[in-house]
């Protein structure tokens, strides 16, 4: 009697054994399942991103190279066109045979897929961003005068998430009359830089000395001081920034913002590109060298 119960006790536990293997076989293929299709709706996530982003670029390219001192031939400031919507993309950019016959991703065909571009005036909400080495140049057109010394450009700096060591450098190039062409002698004084962190270690000043609250408002003196650009230099670490003209300064120092957007298989993706109404012309050299070595314009 006690062999059979013993027997029984044994059968018991076995298959309580082989129950919780099942269960916990079970569990982890579950497990492996999910995961396999939680990476494959990843990756084809990332697939029509990569798309998006593709068409993005393939878009603004082309606008870009058809764009001549700002200006855009046929598009509307504040004028959404959508390959969707009234104002068609596809007629506005005359881009059946240049460009989207030859995009081989995110095709128009199918009823996901969307472009739209829209041409805007940045204002003094715009964030603006410069990185380490790169500059933005608020540029005076060649032959125009401010005179109106009220005219000022008031920069004030993102503060978020500054990195140890981030600094700028403000660089002033003046012409040596009101309309010419001609550069003047550079000073000392035209370029100076700053810290904008609580910790500048590897600045060879003195931080204290030139150091700069992001909270302080940078103003820039454009009028009546024969400006030909100012220049904002990142140094280390990207810096971000808005800015407004005073009402003197008029429609100068104005940007065009061109954004693009695509959404393939119902991602969305966006980009812009910054365009200076008025272009600057930089010489592959630091202006600085020419000093004593004859006459530098504004165009070189």
């Not at 494959?40 to 393939?58: F, G, H, M």
């Not at 700096?157 to 700028?168: M, R, S």
């Not at 003046?174 to 830089?193: H, L, N, Q, V, W």
Request: with cysteine.
């Amino acid at each position: 009697m006690n062999i059979m119960k013993n027997k029984k006790t044994y059968s018991g536990q076995a298959l309580a054994i082989i129950m919780v293997v099942l269960v916990i076989s079970s569990i982890i293929g579950f497990s492996i399942f999910t995961r396999s299709l939680r990476d494959k709706r990843s990756t084809v996530q990332e697939r029509y991103s990569a798309e998006a982003l593709e068409v993005n670029d393939n878009i603004l390219d082309y606008i870009l190279q058809n764009t001549n001192e700002g200006e855009i031939p046929g598009l509307v400031i504040d004028q959404e066109y959508a390959s969707d919507g009234v104002n068609n993309i596809r007629n506005l950019l005359n881009m059946g045979d240049n460009l989207f016959n030859k995009l081989t991703v995110c095709s128009l065909d199918e009823p996901n897929n969307k472009y739209t571009v829209k041409l805007f005036y940045g204002d003094n909400d715009t964030v603006y961003q410069v990185e380490p080495g790169q500059a933005f140049s608020f540029v005076v057109p060649e032959g125009q005068e401010i005179a109106d010394n009220t005219c000022t450009i008031n920069v004030k700096f993102q503060p978020e998430d500054i990195p140890a060591n981030t600094g700028f450098t403000i660089n002033k190039i003046y012409r040596t009359s009101p309309t010419g062409a001609t550069i003047k002698d550079y000073d000392y004084s035209d370029a100076e830089t700053y810290c904008l962190s609580t910790n500048c270690t590897n600045f060879e000043k003195d931080p204290n000395d030139f150091s700069w609250d992001p909270a302080t408002t940078l103003v820039i003196r454009a009028g009546g001081v024969n400006l030909d650009r100012a220049q904002l230099i990142a140094i280390n670490s990207r810096i971000r920034f808005t800015y407004e003209p005073t009402a003197a300064c008029k429609n100068l120092f104005k940007t065009l913002i061109l954004r693009s957007s695509a959404t393939c298989n119902g991602v969305f993706r966006s980009k812009e590109a910054i365009i200076p109404v008025h272009r600057a012309h930089f010489s592959i050299f630091n202006y600085v060298l020419f000093n004593g070595s004859g006459e530098m314009n504004s165009n070189q």
